[in-house]
């Protein structure tokens, strides 16, 4: 499994870094795990080929993850003239919110004849399912309800256990999704901010040991903690980072 961090930024840009958007490559197969809305130029600066992409998997439906789902999809439609099913995966919802924000940012768009078969899958804690030859768990994280279920998720395969946070503020949950993956990717938004829906360093620093995983690499880093993250033990995401569990 290796994992191409594409946008390791906050949502608003933070240091000229995309928004959240990952490549994972698995068993020949491509997966975006997240799509933010700067991520199609993340995409064409790294030249990745979206017909090479299976799907894409949400963690949430906030704009510095889910926005670059509109311009993707009509990319596909009239830009890379996509041929093959895509898959659009993520919470509870996602395909109502598809349509949502797809209406959102082209109106008329989501009525659009896909040229492609688009198959959407729900996932929900507690219920593994299977994407890009990859066993997919999704576990509940502390964010905001209205952009939800806020998910994140442990990526299984090749003996390896990728695990990624997405959104939110420190809660137990995230001890089971750690617990014996080879790699955590966890947001860090703040300093020592508290706050309700966000993780701070200092809360993090003082449950590393709670987190049972080898790596634990921060994301999703605001002006203020990027400012200090060179002090830090942990490693810190960077556009571009390759991350190999
Ligand atoms: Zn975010
Ligand atoms: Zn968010």
Redesign the pocket.
């Known amino acids: 499994m290796r994992i191409t961090v594409l946008g390791s930024g906050?949502?608003f840009g933070s240091g000229g870094r995309f928004?959240?958007c990952l490549l994972v490559e698995a068993g020949g197969q491509r997966l975006l795990l997240d799509c933010?809305g700067s991520s199609m130029v993340a995409l064409n600066r790294a030249g990745i080929a979206r017909n090479g992409l299976c799907g894409l998997l949400f963690s949430?439906f906030?704009g510095?993850?889910f926005g670059g789902l509109p311009t993707f999809l009509l990319d596909a439609q009239f830009v890379s003239r996509r041929t093959a099913p895509l898959v659009v995966a993520g919470p509870a919802g996602i395909e109502a919110r598809t349509t949502q924000v797809l209406e959102a940012a082209f109106p008329g768009a989501s009525v659009n004849a896909w040229r492609f078969p688009i198959r959407f899958a729900e996932v929900t804690p507690g219920h593994p399912v299977a994407l890009a030859g990859l066993s997919v768990e999704a576990f509940p994280m502390v964010h905001d309800d209205r952009a939800g279920p806020c998910l994140g998720y442990r990526l299984s395969g090749g003996g390896k256990v990728f695990a990624f946070s997405?959104?939110t503020a420190w809660t137990p949950a995230l001890v089971g999704l750690a617990d014996g993956a080879d790699a955590l990717l966890v947001?860090c938004?703040t300093w020592d901010t508290q706050l309700a829906n966000h993780l701070d360093y200092r809360t993090l620093a003082e449950h590393r040991a709670e987190l049972h995983t080898p790596r634990v690499i921060l994301t999703?880093m605001n002006a203020a903690m990027l400012a200090r993250e060179e002090d830090l033990p942990e490693e810190r995401a960077y556009d571009g980072m390759v991350i190999e569990p």
């Open positions: 906050d949502a928004n959240t933010g949430h906030h510095d993850h997405g959104d947001e938004y999703h």
